[in-house]
T-cell receptor
Framework: DGGITQSPKYLFRKEGQNVTLSCEQN?????MYWYRQDPGQGLRLIYY???????QKGDIAERYSVSREKKESFPLTVTSAQKNPTAFYLC????FGRGNQPQHFGDGTRLSIL | EDQVTQSPEALRLQEGESSSLNCSYT??????LFWYRQDPGKGPEFLFT???AGEEKEKERLKATLTKKESFLHITAPKPEDSATYLC??????????FGPGTRLSVLP
């Protein structure tokens, strides 16, 4: 069954620690996205990638990093410099270039500070 | 700047009480307007795509409509299981979608 898998579902970060959120898709989609969702707020774009080995900053990329070494995978690292990382992180994919298609989402990772 | 807004921010309905959610968009061009449902602690689940003004899509108790400036999600005789946050998003021919902030719907038994 095709879809997007995010792991872990819950993640706890200590002060001074980088953490990496996993996102894997088997939909054969070219584009992948990372969003941050805070309580009562909409989705804010962190990074996106339309092709392997290439990615672009979104609206709130500062103190986050990504890589796109494989089409199926788009991990997000929340660096220790990110002062307020507590949020719900969503990964999405899209068959970029095949217009009029929705973005498909994973079930998210909730990151909290210890 | 392209923008999508949604109203109301939150809506409480009694079971069976029909209502509508609004999604207003200001974009340079619209390739598609998308509706999603999001349950607490889950990712958004795709509901509908609308492409052109006048188009309507239906699924069970939900019907989505589109005009040149806004989209409505009509909920007929809602049930408690329809409680969720409903998001709309516009594909403006850019490299990403423009998402609205969502409407949080609560349906009371």
């Amino acid at each position: 069954d095709g879809g997007i898998t995010q792991s872990p579902k819950y993640l706890f970060r200590k002060e001074g620690q980088n953490v990496t959120l996993s996102c894997e898709q088997n939909l054969n989609h070219d584009a992948m996205y990372w969003y941050r969702q805070d309580p009562g707020q909409g989705l804010r774009l962190i990074y996106y990638s339309q092709i392997v080995n290439d990615f672009q900053k979104g609206d709130i990329a500062e103190r986050y990093s990504v890589s796109r070494e494989k089409k199926e995978s788009f991990p997000l690292t929340v660096t220790s410099a990110q002062k307020n990382p507590t949020a719900f992180y969503l990964c999405a994919s899209h068959p970029f270039g095949r217009g009029n298609q929705p973005q498909h989402f994973g079930d998210g990772t909730r990151l909290s500070i210890l | 700047e392209d923008q999508v807004t949604q109203s109301p921010e939150a809506l409480r309905l009694q079971e069976g009480e029909s209502s509508s959610l609004n999604c207003s968009y200001t974009v340079s061009g619209l390739r598609g307007l998308f509706w999603y449902r999001q349950d607490p602690g889950k990712g958004p689940e795709f509901l509908f795509t609308l492409y052109s003004a006048g188009e309507e899509k239906e699924k069970e108790r939900l019907k989505a409509t589109l005009t040149k400036k806004e989209s409505f999600l009509h909920i007929t005789a809602p049930k408690p299981e329809d409680s969720a946050t409903y998001l709309c998003a516009a594909d403006n021919y850019g490299q990403n979608f423009v998402f609205g902030p969502g409407t949080r719907l609560s349906v009371l038994p």
